[in-house]
T-cell receptor
Framework: GQQLNQSPQSMFIQEGEDVSMNCTSSSIFNTWLWYKQEPGEGPVLLIALYKAGELTSNGRLTAQFGITRKDSFLNISASIPSDVGIYFC?????????????FGKGTLLTVNP | SQTIHQWPATLVQPVGSPLSLECTVE??????LYWYRQAAGRGLQLLFY??????ISSEVPQNLSASRPQDRQFILSSKKLLLSDSGFYLC????????????FGPGTRLTVL
């Protein structure tokens, strides 16, 4: 069946370092979404991508919609302690007879001050 | 602007007791509504979604049920809780199709003892 894979599962970095995480799909996507979830809270939408090749920034965050439409990456530059959380990618995967927004398993980011 | 509320924020219930979690959305009409469960702070499992009043789709067989008595109200219920029902329950809403951007509530932490 169609799959959505997110990597890495976790990252431990020093404050000030840059971070990169990515998601790949077994099928073509029309949308890639990136969310951040802080401990004990609901996920918050960071960036939405709708077009192959699209590169979008939100402050220190940059995300790109891969040209093949089967992948996306999220970069965080000059990380700070408040970047800690779980980052999820999401996209429409075909489930049974319908498309559903499907989330990756998340990348747990830890930033050491 | 739109806001989404969930209550209670935390709940501790004995095995075999009933459950009712409530979610309400403000600032939009006819939203798609979703219930997710998140175990161990990682993956999001879609439990139910609704595209309109009284319309509920179940994604996985389980001990839970959902209802949508009003346009912007979504309720998650159980007649008898199991230990395995413990987790972080998230409500979300979206406009348009059910694989568009979703916006999450703050979540309810349920512990079944």
């Amino acid at each position: 069946g169609q799959q959505l894979n997110q990597s890495p599962q976790s990252m431990f970095i020093q404050e000030g370092e840059d971070v990169s995480m990515n998601c790949t799909s077994s099928s073509i996507f029309n949308t890639w979404l990136w969310y951040k979830q802080e401990p004990g809270e609901g996920p918050v939408l960071l960036i939405a991508l709708y077009k192959a090749g699209e590169l979008t920034s939100n402050g220190r965050l940059t995300a790109q919609f891969g040209i093949t439409r089967k992948d996306s990456f999220l970069n965080i530059s000059a990380s700070i302690p408040s970047d800690v959380g779980i980052y999820f990618c999401a996209g429409p995967l075909r489930r049974s007879s319908n498309y559903k927004l499907t989330f990756g398993k998340g990348t747990l980011l830890t930033v050491n001050p | 602007s739109q806001t989404i509320h969930q209550w209670p924020a935390t709940l501790v219930q004995p095995v075999g007791s009933p459950l009712s979690l409530e979610c309400t959305v403000e600032g939009t009409s006819n939203p798609n509504l979703y219930w997710y469960r998140q175990a161990a702070g990682r993956g999001l499992q879609l439990l139910f979604y609704s595209v309109g009043i009284g319309q509920i789709s179940s994604e996985v067989p389980q001990n839970l049920s959902a209802s949508r008595p009003q346009d912007r109200q979504f309720i998650l219920s159980s007649k008898k809780l199991l230990l395995s029902d413990s987790g972080f329950y998230l409500c979300a809403w979206s406009k348009g199709t059910i694989f568009d951007e979703q916006f999450f509530g703050p979540g309810t932490r349920l512990t079944v003892l």
